[in-house]
């Protein structure tokens, strides 16, 4: 079914950004003082199970969280509505959040500090999504139909106890290393340091953990060790659609933000790979050799941004092969762009080579 509005897509795209669990992770001690591993790993799969629950029930009835509801058809990506849109499925978690730093335990119940709550909560139409909670199997005392008033709030989780504690402890690791948008997607590696730690997310793996696939997985982590081998210089690079990571020729290239050779990106949990090839016309002698995984890359074109229509164009190129001609804009990003295949690095290092130059 077409989405309607635009955060229908966004939830959608939210749900699958959310972690995929591997069969076992590692837990670090100073989260198991008052919990069992194998307690905490089923607390902490089944809170996994409210996130994509919550994320595709945000997909299916949006008008019921109380979110935007702003029309595709009429606002394009760029504007405020839609940029509004790509965060709101994020609203019931950033509202859990607020309630878990601001509350602690007390004799096995977990109490909300009014005062504390009312100082973070910024989140829209949080009644709204205080009852939505409550459909997902938590429980509140202190509210008045949903609402917030003078007193403390206490929170539950029937079903199984342990759950209210993993997200604590969740919420309190997210905070204490700024890893906000983990506690968004569920993020296993949370737990993998201890809780001033999170010794991940600062390379090829922000776009890995992403995937939903191995082979995507692998793919990444061979071309960043075969790029790092090659002496380039890398660092996260994210895109609307999701995180990034790109590989500069020097340093100081990459300190200034400047044009990068290669870039893996999570394109809405799908991995896209980026060439920065500024002549693709020193390739073609190449690509004939070459299997037809890759010549499919040069097979097609766009029809340019508004820099080509009005002239002023200085990045995009016009190349031929077997009589077709082909248009490349390069003035956002590297104009080659693709999903790639471990089998064909090679390939990819050697058209880079060849067409970096004009």
Not at 305 to 310: F, I, P, Q, V
């Amino acid at each position: 079914m077409e989405n309607i509005y635009w955060v229908e897509e966004w939830a959608k795209i939210r749900q699958n950004e959310v972690v995929r669990l591997p069969k076992s992770f590692k837990i670090h001690e100073d989260f198991l003082g008052h919990i069992s591993t194998e307690d905490f790993e089923t607390a902490f799969r089944e809170i996994w199970e409210i996130y994509i629950n919550i994320y595709g029930d945000i997909a299916k009835s949006p008008e019921t969280f109380g979110m935007p509801l702003y029309e595709i058809k009429n606002y394009n990506s760029f504007t405020t509505q839609a940029r509004d849109s790509r965060n709101a499925p994020y609203r019931p978690f950033h509202l859990l959040y607020n309630l878990l730093v601001s509350g602690s335990f007390h004799n096995g119940d977990f109490i909300i500090d009014i005062s504390n709550f009312k100082a973070v909560n910024k989140v829209r139409n949080s009644n709204i999504l205080l009852k939505r909670l409550s459909d997902y199997g938590f429980f509140f005392e202190g509210l008045k139909n949903y609402k917030v008033t003078n007193q403390n709030i206490s929170m539950f989780y029937p079903n199984n106890n342990g759950v209210m504690l993993v997200l604590k402890l969740m919420a309190e690791k997210a905070h204490t290393t700024n890893r906000l948008n983990d506690f968004f997607s569920c993020h296993y590696k949370l737990f993998q340091d201890d809780m001033k730690t999170a010794n991940y997310g600062m390379g090829a793996d922000i776009v890995a953990d992403k995937m939903h696939n191995e082979e995507e997985q692998e793919f990444i982590y061979e071309m960043d060790a075969i790029l790092r081998g090659m002496g380039y210089f890398a660092k996260p690079k994210e895109w609307n659609e999701g995180p990034g990571y790109a590989y500069y020729d020097k340093e100081s290239v990459m300190k200034s933000n400047g044009p990068y050779h290669y870039w893996m990106l999570s394109w809405k949990t799908e991995l896209i790979l980026y060439l920065r090839i500024r002549n693709a016309s020193m390739c073609l002698d190449y690509l004939k050799q070459c299997p037809d995984t890759v010549k499919q890359i040069f097979l097609r074109g766009d029809s340019g941004c508004k820099n080509r229509l009005n002239g002023t164009c200085k990045f995009g190129q016009e190349y031929s092969i077997d009589g077709d001609t082909y248009w490349r804009c390069g003035c956002c990003n590297a104009p080659f762009y693709f999903k790639p295949i471990k089998e064909d690095i090679p390939h990819y290092i050697k058209l880079v080579e060849l067409g970096l130059k004009k």
